[in-house]
């Protein structure tokens, strides 16, 4: 269904995203490549036989589920935002995403550094979360 030309023209649909839609946007391009870390991690555990490879893998479980809940609430808030995030393009260190945030368009670069510390500092966040006690 078309959008009526009064939203369309609706200067407020056009305002840069807030903080917290920049946030969204973060990590709905961070969470999912950590999650996929994780899930690598996992099965790397299930081929080598180790003494405490069941209390790993059962920690790589508690993370996978806890970012997958994480990962859904994300995208059901992007979409109740009208935000919509896609991968554009991928050069020498940089990777660019594409955001459309109710009309205003943008492109976020970030390095692969970036990107991996970024990762880094999500896992130990959520490995921390699991052996602390509410």
């Given at each position: 269904?078309?959008?009526p030309?009064t939203?369309l023209?609706?200067?407020?649909?056009?305002?840069?995203?807030?903080?917290?839609?920049?946030?969204?946007i973060?990590?709905?391009?961070?969470l999912p490549?950590?999650?996929?870390?994780?899930?690598?991690?996992r099965?790397?555990?299930?081929?080598?036989?180790r003494?405490l490879r069941?209390?790993?893998?059962?920690?790589?479980?508690?993370?996978m589920?806890?970012?997958?809940?994480?990962?859904?609430?994300?995208?059901?808030?992007?979409i109740?935002?009208?935000?919509?995030?896609?991968?554009?393009?991928h050069?020498?260190?940089?990777?660019?995403?594409?955001?459309?945030?109710?009309?205003f368009?943008?492109t976020?670069?970030?390095?692969?550094?970036?990107?991996?510390?970024?990762?880094?500092?999500?896992?130990?966040?959520?490995?921390?979360?699991?052996?602390?006690?509410?």
């Amino acid at each position: 269904m078309a959008m009526p030309l009064t939203e369309l023209n609706d200067p407020a649909l056009h305002y840069p995203p807030s903080i917290e839609d920049i946030q969204l946007i973060q990590e709905s391009i961070v969470l999912p490549l950590a999650l996929i870390v994780v899930e690598r991690n996992r099965r790397e555990l299930d081929r080598k036989a180790r003494a405490l490879r069941s209390i790993f893998a059962r920690a790589a479980d508690l993370v996978m589920m806890q970012m997958k809940a994480d990962l859904t609430l994300n995208t059901r808030l992007l979409i109740r935002s009208g935000i919509t995030v896609c991968k554009d393009s991928h050069s020498n260190g940089n990777v660019s995403y594409r955001y459309n945030c109710r009309g205003f368009e943008e492109t976020a670069a970030f390095s692969h550094e970036y990107i991996r510390n970024e990762i880094n500092r999500r896992i130990s966040a959520y490995n921390t979360g699991i052996f602390t006690k509410p």
